[in-house]
């Protein structure tokens, strides 16, 4: 029996709305964990992409100060 066929003769609301319903009830916790999951992984992410940026600004930002006056004692980097 196809699930087609199990759901052919209910209403409308049941299939759409009580159905889902219930879904969110007995998953909500796991869906609820996921988004949770996703979300931090994301924010901590945008953080470490921060800190990157700001750590190289900031050592570019003195060794270009310094190197200027140096140039000859350069090494490549």
Do not use: C, N, Q
């Not at 931090?40 to 940026?53: E, I, P, Y």
């Not at 900031?58 to 490549?76: A, C, E, H, P, Q």
Request: hydrophobic residues 60%; positive net charge; charged residues 10%.
């Amino acid at each position: 029996m196809a699930v087609k066929e199990l759901l052919r003769g209910l209403p409308w609301w049941v299939k759409w709305v009580a159905i889902p319903v219930i879904a969110v009830v007995v998953f909500g916790g796991l869906i609820a964990s996921a988004v949770y999951f996703v979300v931090s992984l994301l924010f901590k992410a945008l953080v470490f992409v921060a800190l990157v940026g700001g750590l190289l600004y900031v050592v570019r930002k003195f060794t270009g100060s310094s190197s200027s006056s140096s140039s000859s004692t350069r090494d490549g980097w």
